[in-house]
T-cell receptor, first 114, second 114 residues
Framework: AQSVTQPDIHITVSEGASLELRCNYS??????LFWYVQSPGQGLQLLLK??????LVQGIKGFEAEFKRSQSSFNLRKPSVHWSDAAEYFC????????????FGKGTTLSVSS | GAVVSQHPSWVICKSGTSVKIECRSL??????MFWYRQFPKQSLMLMAT?????????EQGVEKDKFLINHASLTLSTLTVTSAHPEDSSFYIC??????????FGSGTRLTVV
């Protein structure tokens, strides 16, 4: 079955510190992998996506993610967190060429302390 | 980039009434779209998949007679919550998928049933 696991429900990081949010997936075919961010009461904003090519993907707002096929992981990283990064982060898997629905992980809430 | 318009952004209705949510792709056409529901502090849960010209496919546990989907064209889909009850209060998000534009999300509709 297709699924996405985000093991960390809530993470608190000091402003300026590095961040890594974990994501593991289970998917039958080669997946498209995504990271979205959602601020309270808002819609989703795409941070980055991966399908093929370089396994290190650069996104917006200084985020990057690394695809590791052997670990079925697609972890999100940022070298220096800003207070404005506090939000909910969702990892998702799907296949936009096949037109299947995105399956989302449960999300990780990021808090940033000063 | 691809833009999706979702209206209304928020709505309050009385218990027992029906509410219609509209999701329109503004600058692209796509055959397939999805409706998600998100309860507070939870992830997006797929409600249904809709293809233009076909009946929607509902996920297990989603009542098709309660959540009516009308996929009128390649650019317009509506979700009608019939006989709404307080437990239907949630954040509803639509998404379109196309080979050229990938996944595009609406900004969401906050439904409150009183």
């Amino acid at each position: 079955a297709q699924s996405v696991t985000q093991p960390d429900i809530h993470i608190t990081v000091s402003e300026g510190a590095s961040l890594e949010l974990r994501c593991n997936y289970s998917y039958g075919a080669t997946p498209y992998l995504f990271w979205y961010v959602q601020s309270p009461g808002q819609g989703l904003q795409l941070l980055l996506k991966y399908f093929s090519g370089d396994t290190l993907v650069q996104g917006i707002k200084g985020f990057e993610a690394e695809f590791k096929r052997s670990q079925s992981s697609f972890n999100l990283r940022k070298p220096s967190v800003h207070w404005s990064d506090a939000a909910e982060y969702f990892c998702a898997v799907g296949d936009e060429q096949a037109g299947t629905a995105l399956i989302f992980g449960k999300g990780t809430t990021l808090s940033v302390s000063s | 980039g691809a833009v999706v318009s979702q209206h209304p952004s928020w709505v309050i209705c009385k218990s027992g009434t029906s509410v219609k949510i509209e999701c329109r792709s503004l600058d692209f056409q796509a055959t397939t779209m999805f409706w998600y529901r998100q309860f507070p502090k939870q992830s997006l849960m797929l409600m249904a998949t809709s293809n233009e010209g076909s009946k929607a496919t509902y996920e297990q546990g989603v009542e098709k007679d309660k959540f009516l989907i009308n996929h009128a064209s390649l650019t317009l889909s509506t979700l009608t919550v019939t006989s709404a009850h307080p437990e239907d209060s949630s954040f509803y998000i639509c998404s379109w998928v196309s080979r050229y534009d990938g996944y595009t999300f609406g900004s969401g509709t906050r439904l409150t049933v009183v």
